[in-house]
């Protein structure tokens, strides 16, 4: 029988921020405290203090974690493909991740701090990954910096949605997600030939 004493023993920040991590995805982001993830290791609140701090330091830490998992996932699912097959194969993953760790992904944006040296080199991996991807269909530079915007928040805006359950409509969720993919495959063709105007009235 495990008891507190050698819980505590064995205590690591990995296995806080793993177990922290896996309750965001059961009860929610928001509902994270650190008693919470106490009981779940089976130790007093007190243990964790010194593995990682305070719970805003643990949220940032779960954040950063998610992100290297979230960037490795979209990494494997762009490798060996470009434009059209990376962009559907990125898109899918980033929507399945996001449905599988719906605690992780909210983490991912809600503890957002890229003053932290460690979130922000997690938040790169999956940057890199959609810079790569643009430049498949010859876009560099400011353009790839919109265009990823642009891809960030139309997936983002989906995935917060249906997650939401505001797609209440019987009509099938995966067909319109497929033509949202299929619509910013179209706009990346066209993004070269497309000026940035309003940038380039100012």
């Given amino acids: 029988m495990t008891t507190r004493k050698s819980a505590r023993r064995n205590l690591t920040t990995e296995a806080v921020v793993t177990a922290a991590a896996d309750l965001t995805d059961e009860i929610g982001y928001d509902a994270l405290t650190l008693a919470a993830v106490a009981e779940r290791l089976g130790v007093a609140s007190p243990s964790l203090y010194s593995h990682v701090g305070g719970l805003a330091k643990l949220r940032g830490l779960v954040a950063a974690?998610?992100?290297?998992?979230?960037?490795?996932?979209?990494?494997?699912?762009?490798?060996?493909?470009?434009?059209?097959?990376?962009l559907t194969s990125v898109a899918a993953a980033y929507r399945r991740w996001a449905r599988q760790h719906p605690g992780r992904y909210t983490a991912t944006v809600e503890a957002a701090d890229l003053d932290d040296p460690a979130y922000w080199s997690a938040a790169q991996r999956a940057i890199e990954v959609l810079f790569a991807l643009l430049t498949g269909y010859g876009i560099t530079g400011d353009d790839a910096v919109d265009a990823m915007r642009v891809i960030r928040s139309t997936l983002?805006?989906?995935?917060?949605?249906?997650?939401?359950?505001?797609?209440?409509?019987?009509?099938?969720?995966?067909?319109?997600f497929d033509r949202l993919v299929a619509g910013l495959d179209a706009a990346l063709d066209e993004w070269a030939a497309t000026p940035a105007r309003r940038g380039e009235e100012q």
């Fill in 156 to 176: 983002h805006g989906f995935v917060e949605l249906e997650q939401g359950g505001v797609f209440e409509l019987p009509q099938s969720v995966d067909r319109s």
């Fill in 65 to 86: 974690a998610a992100l290297r998992d979230f960037g490795d996932e979209l990494r494997t699912a762009a490798l060996g493909r470009s434009r059209t097959a990376a």
